[in-house]
């Protein structure tokens, strides 16, 4: 489903990702682990064609199609959802009236009609339920003066409704207590199908204990250093980053 | 980011929807103005002689004033007297009776700004006062509103015919002297709208104008007088267009609001004067002033006004709470996008005792484009128990536009209260980001956004008006996102 292929990419003139390949199929999970700062984040970001970062090398497919060519709206339309670390708030408009634009958006987009606000008012509190989110929510500012717990739940509800074929969460599980972590974990494995791709990105090994991947990789200084199955990420609690020869800034200063 | 920079240059690209010209005969009088022009305007108009008089005083008045200088904007000086001071389009008969009569093109004309009047006639119960350059064309709904006993006429037909409520109330809010472009407005105001609700009347509709400046180098000077009896109410809406050109044109309006004990006046602007195009030619400098004094006990007046258009705006609409209890309220979205400017806001002037007022003020700057909120709270000595509640937040989209906020409070009675809060913001990458991730393209994503920001003022619209508004904003962003 999606291919990555030597990828380079730059923030402000500063290369973080120096050569990521990376093959995912349909169907799998796959985490992302390693230290602060080894570009987990911006690996998320690229993909889901983040204009603050500049791809200078390499190419990156999904299902064939050239994905660095499309713009960000038409990545998200051909099913790629970030799930977003820090969910920004944007005052005054309703999270209903934003998850229709989007739904409505990728509907319009798959030929479907759109949804009208009784119908989607109905979906979206289904849906809401699943990640044990109020329905009150939805007639709030999107994401305003939620708490972190809610918005990273907002997410998950986002990535439920839409239905996206490759689903990347980035850090999903900071800042969780572990009741929520166990919430948004339900969340995402009701995402997990046959037809759907996702991919992890967390520093700790604590989120695979509910959401299991197929496959673990290590990214470090912007490269992929070592890849294996889940019994890589128990093996990387145990014995820390450093047994890799990768220094753990944050753990360093712990 | 790049996103939003190259949205906002996007966005600017837009073109002016109601950018024609209508081909009219049109009776225009040559540029100037002097006593023999307001002469000759008053004699057309058919004015008994106290308004000649007015108006002859106010232009003799006008002549030693200052053109003011301290608005937040910047304007090549115009010069008065190559502006043409009347204009009226040509009819074969003296004033069509019904809209059967009137001249078919400027019926197009109002198709093209979206205002059947047919439609709005049947669908909305909107009375529509249209006024076309200088000269009231069409007048709709007179009979209900009659037989309620509310007076909706132009301005120029009820100098002749309700002389006696005329005299006493112009210049009664707005006086002839009161600054540059109000004595301007009182030498030369060409026609507008004139409203009398009589006492416990509710106005049965909305009343709506329609304003259009169309004849080249034609200033447009309404006026438009309001009054509320004991008890009444009505709300009144007012929507501009003009269409593109290169030059400049000037439109010096006045209103005048005025409340009786218990009445309510609401006032809704929605404002689109061509705004000039990219590189910022063109377009109608908007010089207004607008006030309404609650004069009776527990009145209120509301303005609220959705400003997009005009290369420059320099307005105010202002309360002077001289009513014990009564209430002001100013509810503003401004948006600047490409050259324009506008320096707007509100003046609460509290004289009577637990008078309060509300002010929520939305600006919000595209392009390189200047927003000034200008607001004035004042509590004289006897407004004892007073409060006034401000609220003044400014977007900004992209990096090369300004947004500025001159509040000034004075207070001379102690017991007065006053709340200022102010913010400013900007569509942050981060935003359009989420937006464009989730599938949602540039530009309906800057529209929500704004559309959120100014989702209090939008609140207070008449309905139709608040949709209206909204699709305004997307149209007057379109471009700013790429």
Known sequence: ?254 | MATTDKEVKELIKREYEHGFVTEIEADTFEPGLNEDVIRRLSAIKQEPEFMLEWRLKAYRRWLEMEEPDWAHVGYPKIDYNSISYYSAPKRKEDMPQSLDEVDPELLKTYEKLGIPLHEREKLAGVAVDAVFDSVSVATTFKEPLAKAGVIFCSISEAVRDYPELVQKYLGSVVPAGDNFFAGLNAAAFSDGTFVYVPKGVRCPMELSTYFRINAANTGQFERTLIIADEGSYVSYLEGCTAPMRDENQLHAAVVELVAMDDAQIKYSTVQNWYPGDEEGKGGIFNFVTKRGTCLGRNSKISWTQVETGSAVTWKYPSCILRGDNSVGEFYSVALTNNYQQADTGTKMIHLGKNTSSTIISKGISAGRSSNAYRGLVKFQPGAEGARNFTQCDSLLIGDQCGAHTFPYIESRNKSAIVEHEATTSKVSDEQMFLCRQRGIDPEQAVSMIVNGFCKEVFKELPMEFAVEAGKLLEVSLEGSVG
């Open chain 1, 1 to 254: 489903m999606l291919s990555i292929k030597n990828l380079h990419a730059s923030v402000e003139g500063k290369e973080i990702l120096k050569g990521i390949n990376l093959e995912i199929k349909a169907g799998e999970v796959h985490a992302i682990m390693g230290p602060n700062g080894s570009g987990k984040s911006t690996l998320s970001q690229v993909l889901a064609g983040n204009e603050a970062f500049e791809v200078t090398e390499g190419e990156v497919t999904l299902n064939g199609q050239n994905l660095l060519e499309l713009e960000t709206e038409d990545r998200a339309l051909e099913g790629i959802f970030l799930a977003f670390q820090y969910p920004v708030e944007i005052p005054g408009v309703s999270n209903l009236q934003f998850l229709r634009t989007a739904v409505n958006a990728a509907r319009q987009h798959q030929g479907q009609a759109e949804m009208n606000a009784a119908e989607f008012m109905k979906l979206a509190k289904e849906v809401s339920k699943q990640v044990d989110l109020d329905p009150a929510f939805l007639k709030r500012g999107v994401n305003e003066g939620f708490s972190g717990g809610e918005k990273k739940r907002n997410e998950i509800m986002q990535a439920l409704l839409l239905q996206p074929k490759l689903a990347i969460l980035d850090e999903t599980d900071s800042g969780l207590d572990i009741d929520a972590l166990k919430v948004v974990s339900d969340g995402v494995n009701a995402l997990r199908a046959e037809d759907r791709a996702i991919l992890m990105v967390t520093h700790y090994q604590r989120l695979l204990d509910y959401i299991v991947p197929d496959y673990v990789h290590v990214l470090a200084g912007g490269r992929i250093i070592k890849s294996g199955g889940r019994e890589l990420a128990l093996e990387l609690e145990e014995r820390g980053y450093g047994w890799l020869g990768i220094k753990d800034e944050e753990a360093a200063a712990n």
